[in-house]
């Protein structure tokens, strides 16, 4: 019984790192910009699909994760430099649906210049999974929740103890204020944008050995990750990590003990009533918009 | 003056330019008109990966006819769509194939859903026709001008279930992707597992893109009597099912389906593929067939055909689909004797022991798709590489 229920908690465990760690890169370019950055997911696939394919042409993996997440950043950066920063002072939704369709163009990029093939990476420390409690949990799981925790600890540092950090909260909270304090707001929205891409691309490696990869993945875990930033209260790093978690555990627990039909139905219905009750999700600040 | 002047001159171009348009077909028709062979394929989209073989496999091997002289002493001409796997498509080009191009028959369909899309503008139009999709609604119940080409997913239910009661398995548990392929054949298998003597005790399902399916699988690991699990499943999902199996250290045999008979999954799952078995068509071990094998010659010919265009590696079930299609559709014409429409398709019904990629085809009256179990073999993964089980 016991047994039963910890690999439930495992199993939530595992999706719900993976949504955490999707879900913090939307927090991030929230901040900056209170856009909500569509193309996260296609950043994630870009991280596991380049180190696929450095790796298999022969770079070492270390090294090839390195060049993955820079250049999934340089694509971050061109995304807000060549499609954002050209808009001027377009509205927020005018941005969201320029990222959408930057998601739909780097998508079939991917296809292009990858493949339409699914690939996937050796776990990085053995596939032999750890028995807890008569469960199990496998060691890749355990570097997606480590790395989240590590990358949430480095967040909350650098958005209150640096001034760049400052910044990019200042300019989220009132751009023209920012402006005249001397923040460049167009740097501060560019850095985001390459942060967040950088943040997508190493989710991309770590979650690519237990999930494996395609052109198409993003759209999903773009999905997942988007509910896990909502449910967690948007713009809040430690919120999308909560509401990853909630969300993985709320899927493997309705799937263990109700119906696996309606997994994602529950979960959908768990971020609804949160909305419902909790407009601004469970660690978001309170809006309060002057009318 | 000038517009009587200009009207002449339009007449005289246009009379000779009806006699030389006069002239031309009939001194072609003479040498040899083409066959106009139809296709829509789902080259792009979703479904590309069966597209994209199918067509090249068609191009190829409608050269290498014309080469050889083509079909009775008239080149093969291939006129082709993109559907990009839209069924509404699919209807657009079909009628333009029909009332534009001409075409003498039509083979292709990719999906399910665009083949079954077109039968009704088949029928209406007497046109004979070979599915390349998987769907059993394709061909049942029986439509006078619909064939195809591929096996059903409740042939590989059959196939698999075969297997199990062969090792004295009577209680299994499934889990099903939700995707169509996954849908489908979860209920064909319950569908006939009643007639295999087979009680399915547990039957779970997961997203096509769900990320850990460790939930589901505890729920099958607890419950009672499970002595085998099958996963009737499509991309990703089943390479992630085959590993969290492992993790769970479950110890009765999985069963993966058809779905996943690619060198792909073996990569996507790696060393938690080991002792899986599932059933696959006889061009995936194409040389591992034993030489008595008959159907081995066609299948090691064709692979050696596409791979060596291609690339090594690149051979799959569905470019042996577009195979079996053109070959059965020349093969009537032929024994027709000429490309009237209904004299093909009673050809084509009267096909008899045809080897094709895909096995043997015996078309009838009542049996459009005209392939038996044997169309299928069992294999079990080991070493990182298909073996045969006898």
Redesign the interface.
Known sequence: MLG?FM??L???L??GA?YALVGLGFALIYNASHVINFAQGEFVMLGGMSTVFLSAAGVPLPVAVLLAVAATAVVGLALEKLAVEQTKNASVVTLIIITIGASIVIRGAAQVIFD?????L?AFTG?A?INVLG??I?PQTLWVLGVTVAIVLVLQWFFNRTLWGKAILATSVNPLAAKLVGINTNLVLLISFGLSAALGAIAGVL?TP???T?F??G??LGLKGFSAAILGGLGSPFGAVAGGLIL?IV???G??YIS??Y??AMAFVIILLALFFMPSGLFGKRGTDRV | MSVRLTRRMVLAAAAAFGLTAAALPGGAATAAEPIKIGTFLAVTGPASFLGDPELKTLQMYIDSMNAEGGVLGRPLELVHYDTGGDPNKAVTFVKRLIDQDEVDVIIGGTSSGESLAVMPLMERAEMPFISFAGSKKIVDPVQKWVFKTPHTDTMACEKIFEDMKAQGTTKIAMISGTDGFGASMQAECKGVAGKYGIEILADETYGPKDTDMTAQLTKIKNTDGVQAVLNPGFGQGPAIVTKNYRQLQIAAPLYQSHGVASKQFIELAGDAAEGVRLPAAALLVAEKLPDSDPQKPVVVAYKQAYEGKHGAGSVSTFGGHAYDGLMLITDAMKRAGSTDKAAVRDALEQTKGYMGTGGEVTFSAADHLGLTLDAFRMLEIKNGDWALIQ
Do not use: L, W
Not at chain 1, 116 to 120: E, I, R, S, V
């Open positions: 039963e690999q439930y495992f199993s939530g595992t999706s993976i339409k093939q699914f690939h996937t050796p596939d999974p469960a199990t496998t979650i237990i999930t494996s395609n198409e993945v759209i999903m993985g899927e493997a627990f799937a263990g696996s039909e997994k994602d």
